[in-house]
């Protein structure tokens, strides 16, 4: 009896000890998808007063870091398309080159002053776009547009093991729901 009592004390301060560091560790997760939902909030705002283009680039790359940023260009900014990116590449003009490097974006700390790593328990998975696109392993950006519109996106964010999120960004008020389960854009759009 001594022998299982003294067991029974062990595994019950290993549980003590264990118990809240997991929970911290979920907790710790879960305020970084809040982070990521309030920062696009204060971007879509920020963006109607400064009379700028606004964009959160993600960093999916799981062998590289896995982060987000915020770059920033003018309101009248033409966002291009890869094949456009693609072909001003072979210009020799110096300004098409920037343009075509950047599509005229900036890293902007106005919101954020620098880049935001990822914990290393926390993974972006994929991001959803209305159109169809996504994009998953690489680098995305949701814009916010100086007239107010946002593009409207599913952000799927994981532990790779339980936890599961999904924040979504309503494209004409950049309201962000945070679910905490899988939700398709589709899914979403059809509420």
């Not at 705002?45 to 680039?57: C, D, K, P």
């Not at 094949?83 to 590449?89: A, F, H, L, S, T």
């Not at 950047?102 to 159109?131: C, H, M």
């Not at 599961?164 to 059809?190: D, G, M």
């Amino acid at each position: 009896l001594i022998e299982i009592m003294i067991v029974l004390v062990i595994i019950g301060m290993v549980l003590a000890v264990a118990v809240p560091k997991l929970a911290n560790s979920k907790g710790k997760l879960k305020d970084e998808v809040k982070h990521i939902a309030l920062i696009a909030k204060e971007i879509h705002n920020v963006a109607r007063l400064e009379n700028r283009t606004y964009r959160i680039v993600f960093s999916m790359d799981e062998k590289k870091l896995r982060s987000y940023w915020i770059e920033s260009a003018p309101a009248n900014v033409t966002l291009l398309s890869t094949d456009q990116i693609k072909k001003m590449k072979d210009e020799t003009d110096p300004k098409k080159l920037l343009i075509a490097k950047n599509n005229g974006f900036e890293v902007s700390r106005s919101i954020i002053k620098d880049t935001v790593k990822l914990p290393k328990e926390l993974y972006i998975d994929q991001i959803e776009f209305a159109d169809g696109k996504t994009v998953s392993g690489e680098q995305a950006s949701i814009h916010f547009f100086a007239q107010g519109l946002v593009q409207e996106a599913a952000i799927h964010l994981s532990d790779h093991k339980t936890l599961v999120w999904t924040i979504y960004i309503s494209p004409l008020t950049a309201h962000t729901i945070i679910f905490e389960r899988n939700e398709s854009l589709k899914e979403i759009s059809q509420r």
